[in-house]
């Protein structure tokens, strides 16, 4: 399932069996695949099950990166056990520094990367659902010194809109010493190629996937050649 722009209201669902989903990511040569639990994030129960059985099928074979409502430090050690290689804490890197701190000790730091959700050059909280006081920037500056080393930056009024990334936004974020991957309204092979050209560690594609916008195969041969990560 994906949303437009964070709202529940505008959900697309494309395939209801998350593993066949994996398998054929998998298929077609990803290295990661990134999950985001949509129900926690809007604190309407969680798809603990369905990961796990994810995780089951296919993390002997590609890292999975989960996000979606990993705001108390019992809901990060209960994901750590779920089988994937990365966790992204969103809301509560912004609101609550101390879990973040708390979070980083229970594990390897390159098992955490900070959601930097952007509305406007602020953050973006609760399942994008509020806009917080602080800028994206304060934000990213922060979490570097905290240990975290990955950012995921989402644009949210782009995200699902497939009217590109925003690489402006993204760019600042690395200026203060963090890999960075963009994700929101990628809709092209050439938004992939604009990405990597701009010294950025990756992008998170999901609607041009499901609707074949762009070919996962052609994707990740891109992405080879072009992103500092890949």
Known sequence: MRLSQGSAARETVYDDDPVRVAEGFVGAGARWIHLVDLDRAFDQGDNDEAIRRVADRVAARVRLQLGGGLRTLDRVIGA????????????????????????????????????????????????????????????????VEQGIGTLIYTDVTRDGMLQGPD?????????????????????SLADLRRIGQAGLAGAIVGRALYEGRIALGDALALARDEFSAA
């Open 167 to 187: 690489l402006a936004g993204a760019v600042a974020l690395q200026a203060v010493g963090a890999q960075v991957v963009a994700s929101g309204g990628v809709a």
């Open 80 to 143: 750590l056990d779920l089988g994937v290689a990365r966790l992204v804490i969103g809301t509560a890197a912004a609101t609550d520094p101390a879990m973040l701190d708390a979070a980083v000790s229970l594990a390897p730091a390159e098992r955490f990367a900070v959601g930097v959700d952007a509305r406007d050059g602020f953050v973006a909280v609760r399942g994008w659902t509020e806009t917080s006081t602080l800028r994206t920037t304060d934000l990213a500056r922060r979490v």
